[in-house]
Each structure stands twice: as structure tokens, then as C-alpha cells.
């Protein structure tokens, strides 16, 4: 479904991303870990269209979108739910999520997207509840439900998510990663999912990648990662001496 | 003071007012879509005033000449978007006032060269016979001010709360990468913005052209005033800016007529300056940290 052939990025000087392969099959949920400043994001951001690569090749779909702009990519098929969830804080839970169907909206379309509103706040009823509500006064989780729902607002076929557990209590950590599992499973998303939390993302991924200062390291399946001495040991440990 | 003429200086100051408030709506739209104070505003308005003029002289009928003139002006606003600001758009915020601020002597100078350094009048839509009540005078004109003044108001409150084309150009001013991701094209936005700014400006200068006569330089004044009247109300709050363009133009029919008219303009800025010490964010503002 999504491809990337020796995908390089800088940013001025800085090599952020050096000949990065990957690949992502229908209906697969993949981890990307690293640690800090590995380059997580700007893969991501590279992915969506918001960052320009300055070599390789990105396939979405078996069509070229390497340079495509962001709009196209989400036409596409491709959401990206940003770090830090960036929902448009001034504005209502429900414009927030209107907003995400925005690259399908139209006369002709207005009864399904009012569909899938409604879908959305069966999803999170949290959501519904507070649907007027501006979205900058929603707490953390309801932010990270909210960056979500309106990145299933557009129909995507695959959901990049960026640290969707950043900064949130742990029950709501679980919440969100049981959510994943549940998409994938009822509706058959496809999803590329980055993390510091290495060891909750591996758990419910497929397969999954280490990315280190820039280049994928390791991969494989998400079990066999989960069982490697240098994953547990740069990744893993911390997770475990908080869990348990 | 009879009741009469203080009457009379609130309906001056109202009909003034309203265009100020428009010029701010400008402002706004611009402001809340890109970040950019567009200083060139004012030439908006003066363009739609000029422009009107113009066509009506060769001979278009007036209706048609004030349409025209506010579809120009509205080019106008997508080509100044499309030559100035989108090649320097990742400029900082100082450089593309700047940038605004050399647009608009531009647009000053191409006007003046075509038309020249005098004043011109437009026809008054409906006649000049005022309507009298309570010892004021009214002219009709006065009511199109106002009439379109609320028309546009209404229509762009509606536009920005109730369409998908609105809230997308919202959704540009609060974060733009996250617009990106929609599926919002961030810079034909950009474009749009200043076309429906220049629109409004345009209207506000072709409708009040009839009272208070037009000429090449009048925008600047005019984008001064409305920018004033954006600070009154709170920069990036548009009912704040036609608010406080109204209680401008309140204050300075008063001031002129109660004072003298040669204080007229600075009573603007001295409102302008206090309130940039005492409460920058303005009469309706909501404090700061509301937009990040
Ligand atoms: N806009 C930018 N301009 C310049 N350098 C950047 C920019 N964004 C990221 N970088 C640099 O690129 C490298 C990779 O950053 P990136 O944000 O992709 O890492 P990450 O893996 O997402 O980190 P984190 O876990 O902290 O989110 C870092 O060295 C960072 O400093
Ligand atoms: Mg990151």
C-alpha cells in the first residue's frame, strides 16, 4: 500500500532522514520506533507532503506521490494525524471534524459526511458530548480522539499517526491503542504508527521498524522485536521498569 | 446643543463609521487567513471609489459602474497577492508589512498617473433629497451605507461559520500545516483572502464616495482609520473591527462638531495610541493566548 525507496531529507545541513525503505501492506498495523531526534516525524511529514525529500521515492497505492502536495495526498487516501494533534483549538469539536472532510466535501457528499460525524461520535461519545465546545478546551486524550476523528472524517485507506499517546495518563494511553487495534480490525485500516512507547506500539503491530539518527536499523516482524536483546535494551527497558 | 445636531453628528459619524469598519473587516480577513496586516487596505477602498468613478465617467450606468468597480478592485487583490506576497512567503512578519506598505504606494502612484491628483465625485444612488426627522438630515445615501455595511457583515459571518470554504480559511490562520492536511490548499487561501478583502474595501469606498468625494490618496487615511478600528475592536475579531470602526467614526462626527474639525483625524490616533498602552487587545479582545 505505501512504499518508500531511499527516501532521504534535510533540513538546510541537517541529514535527517538518510536512504529510508519501507513498506506498509493493506491492512497492516506498522510500528516505527526510535528514540528522540531519530527522524520519526520527518518521515511522517515527508509521507504526507508536508516536507519535500531531497532524494528517493514515495509510493502511495502504487502511484509516485514523492513531490505530490498535501491536499493531493490526503485525496488519496493517505490522513496524517500530527504530533502534538494539532486540532484548530479556537474551533468546535464539530467544525474540527467537518474540517477533516473537507477534502471531500461537496453538495453531493454533505448527507455521508453528516454519516460519518455521526460515526465518529459513536466512536468517541466523549466527542458528542462536547461537540460545541471549543476544541482547545478538551483535555489531552479528548484532543488526541479529536486529531483521530478527524482524520477518519476524510475516508482514508491508511492513517499515519504520530505519537498519539504523547503526554496522556495511562488508561488513556490504553484507550488509544486499543482504538487502533479496533479500526484496523472492523474497518480494515491500514495504519503507519510512530512511537516512543515501543513497547505498547509493537504489541498491537504487525511488524514493525527502529529508526536511529536517521536510518531504519532494524526490522521485522513486531513479536521477533519485541523478543531482540538491542531493542529491549535501547527501548524497552525504560517502558519496563515504569510498567511494571 | 439641541437634540437636532447632536442627532445629525451620530448620523455622520455612523455613516463614516461604517466604511471604517468595513476597511477593518478587511483587515481582518486578511489578518486572520495569513497572519499579514495588509497596509495596503486602504487602497482597496480607495480603488473601489476611483474605479467607480472612472466607469461611470466612460459611461456605464451606475449600478453597473459599482459592481464593476469592486470586481476590479477585487482582481486587484489576487494579483497584489499572487506578485508581493506569495514569492517572499516564508518572509517574517516585519518584511511583509513592509512589503504591504510598498504595494500600496505603488497602487497610489499607478492611480494618480491615470487619473491624475484630483478630487472626483460619484453620483448619489438615490438622490440627494434628505429625509428630515427630529431637526437632523439623512441623506439616502446614508442608508445604502449602512444597508450594505450590514448586507456584507451578515453574508461574511455566515460565510466563515457556515460554509466548508470559510472554515477552511480559518482553519489556515489558527495552524496552517494542520489546514495542509485537510486537504486545504493554504496558499490558494491566501489568495482568496485578499480578494475578498479587497472586496469589502471596495464596496466600503465606492458607497461612501458619493458623500465624502474620492481621490487617489484617500486610502491612506482611510487604511490607517480602519486599521484603528480593527485595534478597537480586537485584531482578527471581525465584528469587533465594523464595531470599531462605527465607534470611530461616532467619535470623530462628535469631536468635529462639538470641538473643531481640525481635530477630526487625531482623535482616532490618540484613541489608537491609548489603547495600544492600556488594552492592546482591544475593546472586545479576549485576552491574548487565545491565538497561537
Ligand atoms: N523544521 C526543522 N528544521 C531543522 N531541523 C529539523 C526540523 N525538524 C526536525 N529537525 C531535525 O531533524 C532531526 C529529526 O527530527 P524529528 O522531529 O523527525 O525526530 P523524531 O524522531 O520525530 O523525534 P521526537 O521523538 O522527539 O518527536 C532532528 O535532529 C531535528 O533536530
Ligand atoms: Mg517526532
Redesign the interface.
Given at each position: 500500500m505505501l512504499r518508500l525507496k531511499n527516501v532521504d531529507v534535510h533540513y538546510g545541513k541537517v541529514h535527517a532522514v538518510r536512504r529510508a525503505s519501507l513498506h506498509v501492506r493493506p491492512g497492516e498495523v506498522v510500528a516505527l520506533i526510535g528514540g528522540n531526534g531519530a527522524g520519526k516525524t520527518t518521515l511522517l511529514t515527508t509521507i504526507?507532503?508536508?516536507v519535500r525529500p531531497s532524494g528517493g521515492e514515495v509510493l502511495f497505492m502504487d502511484a509516485p506521490i514523492t513531490r505530490s502536495?498535501?491536499?493531493r495526498i490526503?485525496?488519496a487516501g493517505l490522513?496524517?494525524v500530527?504530533e502534538g494533534r494539532?486540532?484548530?483549538?479556537?474551533?468546535s469539536v464539530e467544525?474540527n471534524l467537518?474540517?477533516?472532510s473537507?477534502?471531500?466535501?461537496s453538495m453531493q457528499t454533505r448527507p455521508r459526511v453528516q454519516e460519518d460525524l455521526e460515526d465518529v461520535f459513536a466512536l468517541f461519545p466523549v466527542l458528542g458530548e462536547r461537540r460545541s465546545q471549543a476544541a482547545g478546551t478538551l483535555s489531552g486524550g479528548e484532543q488526541q480522539m479529536l486529531a483521530i476523528g478527524?482524520a477518519l472524517m476524510?475516508r482514508p485507506a491508511m492513517l499515519l499517526l504520530d505519537e498519539p499517546s504523547m503526554g496522556l495518563a495511562p488508561q488513556v494511553v490504553r484507550d488509544i491503542f486499543k482504538l487502533i487495534v479496533r479500526l484496523k480490525a472492523e474497518r480494515g485500516l491500514t495504519v503507519l504508527l510512530v512511537e516512543q512507547n515501543a513497547r505498547a506500539a509493537l504489541k498491537i503491530a504487525d511488524r514493525g521498524y527502529v529508526l536511529e539518527t536517521g536510518r531504519i536499523v532494524l526490522q521485522g516482524p513486531a513479536d521477533e522485536l519485541l523478543e531482540n536483546r538491542d531493542v529491549q535494551r535501547a527501548y524497552l527497558g525504560r517502558d519496563l521498569d515504569r510498567e511494571e | 446643543m439641541d437634540l437636532g445636531s447632536l442627532l445629525q453628528y451620530l448620523i455622520t459619524g455612523v455613516t463614516v463609521g461604517a466604511t471604517y469598519g468595513l476597511t477593518g473587516l478587511g483587515f481582518t480577513i486578511i489578518f486572520n487567513t495569513t497572519g499579514i496586516i495588509n497596509f495596503a487596505q486602504g487602497e482597496f477602498v480607495m480603488l473601489g471609489g476611483m474605479l467607480g468613478v472612472a466607469a461611470h465617467a466612460a459611461g456605464v450606468p451606475l449600478p453597473l459602474a459599482v459592481l464593476l468597480a469592486v470586481a476590479a478592485a477585487t482582481l486587484a487583490g489576487a494579483l497584489m497577492e499572487r506578485t508581493f506576497i506569495r514569492p517572499v512567503a516564508k518572509a517574517s512578519a516585519v518584511n511583509l508589512i513592509i512589503i504591504t506598505i510598498g504595494a500600496s504606494i505603488l497602487i497610489r502612484g499607478v492611480v494618480m498617473l491615470i487619473f491624475g491628483k484630483d478630487t472626483f465625485a460619484l453620483p448619489h444612488f438615490s438622490g440627494m433629497e434628505p429625509i428630515r426627522f427630529l431637526g437632523a438630515a439623512m441623506l439616502p445615501q446614508s442608508l445604502w451605507v449602512l444597508g450594505i455595511t450590514l448586507l456584507l457583515l451578515l453574508g461574511l459571518k455566515s460565510f466563515f461559520s457556515r460554509t466548508m470554504w470559510g472554515r477552511g480559511m480559518l482553519a489556515c490562520s489558527y495552524d496552517p500545516k494542520a489546514a495542509a492536511l485537510m486537504g486545504i490548499n493554504v496558499s490558494r487561501m491566501a489568495m482568496a483572502s485578499f480578494m475578498i478583502s479587497a472586496a469589502v474595501g471596495a464596496a466600503g469606498g465606492v458607497i461612501l464616495a458619493p458623500i465624502t468625494l474620492t481621490a487617489y490618496d484617500v486610502g491612506i487615511l482611510l487604511g490607517l482609520k480602519g486599521f484603528a478600528a480593527c485595534i478597537l475592536g480586537g485584531l482578527g475579531n471581525p465584528f469587533g473591527a465594523a464595531a470599531g470602526g462605527i465607534i470611530l467614526g461616532v467619535l470623530e462626527s462628535f469631536g468635529a462638531g462639538l470641538l473643531s474639525s481640525a481635530y477630526k483625524d487625531a482623535i482616532t490616533f490618540v484613541i489608537l495610541l491609548l489603547l495600544l498602552f492600556v488594552r492592546p487587545t482591544g475593546l472586545f479582545g479576549k485576552g491574548s493566548g487565545e491565538r497561537v
Open positions: 504526507s507532503g508536508l502536495a498535501p491536499e490526503v485525496r490522513s496524517h500530527p494539532h486540532v484548530f483549538k479556537p474551533m467544525d467537518l474540517l477533516g473537507y477534502s471531500r466535501y478527524r476524510s | -
